[in-house]
């Protein structure tokens, strides 16, 4: 039916109906240990490189500090095997080319008729005008990388579990 729903907000409704019918036809995640998700998360993950939780770790990708509450098991799971299924508009990232040359590519914060905000990689804010801008899009693929060969399934399940308690 009509509705005055901006796209962030259709798109998050869709995701939402799409986990709901994801958890529902899947009940293939094992318990873990949350506390032994943590040191995955901080370790070997290497997440923080990317997200933070409260005040520590970067700025590069979403703020994880309260996934739990937004996101079901079977979800966050689906995010760490294959991160590129999904990507909210607000976690995409752009490449831009300068007039000078200059390539930088970082997270999209705003734009607007005149300017484009990011983060660049080394987490700092940049707005440059789109008359200084040769060209200008949407990354395809998703900077995380997938965890289905870098974790073993009892690693995934811990990751999985403090993700989840993260409310």
Do not use: W
């Amino acid at each position: 039916p009509p509705n005055n729903l901006n796209q962030e907000q259709a798109s998050a409704i869709i995701a939402y109906l799409r986990s709901v019918a994801a958890s529902a036809a899947s009940n293939t995640i094992a318990p873990g240990d949350a506390n032994r998700g943590k040191t995955i998360f901080e370790g070997k993950g290497e997440c923080m490189r990317c997200h933070r939780v409260g005040p520590n770790g970067s700025r590069l990708g979403p703020d994880l500090s309260g996934i739990g509450r937004l996101r079901r098991l079977v979800a966050l799971q689906g995010s760490l095997l294959e991160p590129e299924t999904e990507v909210l508009p607000s976690n995409r990232f752009v490449r831009v080319v300068t007039r000078n040359g200059t390539t930088i590519t970082g997270r999209l914060l705003n734009q607007d008729s005149f300017t484009v905000q990011l983060l660049d990689s080394k987490e700092k804010l940049l707005s440059l005008p789109r008359s200084d801008l040769r060209e200008y899009a949407f990354v395809n693929n998703s900077p995380m990388p997938s965890y289905r060969d870098k974790l073993s399934s009892q690693e995934l399940a811990d990751l999985v579990s403090y993700l989840a308690s993260l409310k």
